[in-house]
């Protein structure tokens, strides 16, 4: 009996510029977190239906989410990728080129949370939010989203799940307990419009009202 997940990857081609992404996350010695190809066409779908010109990404890694939130970029768009370290900002750069974005992405390596700040310093706006970082951060990196959002803005946040760790009561370690509190966050914030999916590791949703 196959999973739903696989099943519905069955129906569709394997997508060869993400395939070697995957290939060069895992030639480099990277842990592979990409988030799943299913979410990955969802990114795609959001940015082209929201006509997003500005996407910011917390987490680069080695470019997947990018390339997928870049094919859904409207005309003269960029994306803004948060890194914090260097090898992956740059694969994930190298990748963007190679699959013909290299032209709309930029990089801020660093700190996310310091990155965040020099943004909402300069009073930069942004029409969609993928976090897919550091799951401690994850509350802060909501409340600037939130900060950072033009009105209408889609918030997505990958790895709700934690593979099983967050649905288990034995399970309280700070990454746990810092996905809980975004869950709970994304689902009662007044100033959201909220929902969570459960397949593959979990993605809330969100746009900001």
């Known amino acids: 009996m196959i999973t739903p997940e696989q099943y519905s990857e069955d129906l569709y081609r394997e997508d060869e510029v993400l395939r070697k992404v995957t290939e060069s996350i895992r030639e480099s010695g990277m842990n592979d977190v990409s988030i799943a190809p299913g ?24 470019g997947y989410s990018g390339i997928c939130l870049a094919r859904g970029l409207a005309e003269g768009g960029r994306l803004l990728s948060l890194e914090l370290k260097e090898a992956n900002a740059t694969l994930a750069r190298r990748n963007l080129e190679a699959a013909g974005f290299g032209g709309l992405a930029e990089y801020m390596v660093g700190p996310a949370l310091d990155s965040l700040e020099r943004l909402a310093e300069r009073g930069e706006q942004f029409d969609l939010f993928l976090i897919d970082a550091d799951k401690e951060n994850y509350p802060a990196y909501l409340e600037y ?10 918030i997505a946040g990958d790895n709700t799940l934690l593979r099983g760790r967050t649905l288990n009561p034995d399970k309280n370690g700070p990454s746990v307990q810092a996905i809980r509190k975004f869950n709970e966050m994304i689902a009662t914030d007044e100033r959201l419009l909220s929902t969570m999916l459960p397949a593959y590791d ?3 949703l969100a746009i900001v009202k």
């Open 145 to 154: 989203a939130i900060r950072l959002a033009k009105p209408g803005a889609i």
């Open 39 to 62: 979410y990955g066409r969802l990114l795609t779908l959001l940015a082209t239906v929201s006509k997003a010109r500005s996407i910011l990404e917390i987490g680069a890694l080695g």
């Open 202 to 204: 979990g993605l809330a």
